[in-house]
């Protein structure tokens, strides 16, 4: 996957996902890009429908964008979202995000900004949720 070189990538590394983001904060949040991974059977549109499903479920989300592309070459959704600020976290955020499933593998890409500055990163995020490859 292709991340901006000035990003930092995160030094924790697990097996079933990757961090990295933008140094610079804006409301003092950083951009960012989260992949991981879990099992999963069916194919990649499948799976970003499972992501749908849930993403909807949740009480601070909602779906502004949802829309039918080929990444990777598998047809599945890219899918942008706004987060409500939580307990947690008191800065909205925007997210864009998509799934491939391939050999068992479930894999989520998600960018994401400040609501406030989303539109400054929107063409980052979708040049990295498109470079994403997962094996075959």
């Not at 979202?81 to 955020?93: L, V």
């Amino acid at each position: 996957m292709a991340v901006p070189s000035t990003w930092k990538a995160s030094s924790v590394h697990s097996p079933s996902g990757y961090t990295a983001s933008d140094p610079q904060p804006v409301e003092d949040f950083h951009a960012g890009v989260n992949v991981y991974t879990e099992p999963f059977v069916r194919d990649s549109y499948a799976y970003a429908r499972a992501g749908e499903v849930a993403l909807r479920n949740r009480p601070n989300v909602t779906i502004d964008v949802e829309r039918e592309e080929v990444v990777d070459g598998d047809p599945t959704l890219v899918i942008e979202s706004r987060w409500a600020p939580t307990p947690a976290s008191s800065i909205a955020y925007r997210t864009m995000q998509v799934s491939l499933a391939s050999r068992g593998v479930g894999t989520v890409a998600s960018c994401a900004a400040a609501t406030i500055a989303f539109e400054r990163y929107r063409s980052t995020c979708e040049s990295i949720i498109r470079s994403l490859v997962v094996e075959r």
